[in-house]
């Protein structure tokens, strides 16, 4: 299945409830060429346990702005519409899926 891309439309509906995790990036960005496919692979472990989607920052800038999203890749766990977690620069799939869990489990 892979990543879901949103928008600035769609945003909303898929963060509103449980966990999702938010890849921030673009397609120029060597750094987002190395975590695009971690988030991909996370998202086929991870599918029942949480939403992994992504933005690309050039199409969506207005969500890149919102959340301050200043260097890329970033990432932001939302729990329940809410941000429950920001992490900047190259993350490991175990140090994301850790993240995921620990929140499922509070």
Request: charged content about 25%; aromatic content about 6%; some cysteine.
């Amino acid at each position: 299945m892979g990543a879901i891309a949103l928008t600035k439309e769609s945003f909303q509906n898929h963060v509103q409830s449980g966990l999702t995790l938010v890849d921030f990036w673009a397609p120029w960005c060597a750094p987002c060429k190395v975590q695009l496919p971690i988030v991909e692979e996370l998202s086929d472990e991870m599918k029942g346990q949480a939403t992994i989607a992504k933005v690309n920052v050039d199409d969506e800038p207005e969500l890149a702005s919102q959340f301050g999203i200043s260097s890329i890749p970033a990432l932001i766990l939302f729990k329940d519409g809410k941000v429950a977690d920001t992490m900047r620069g190259l993350n490991q799939k175990h140090e994301l899926k850790d993240k995921i869990l620990e929140l499922n489990s509070n």
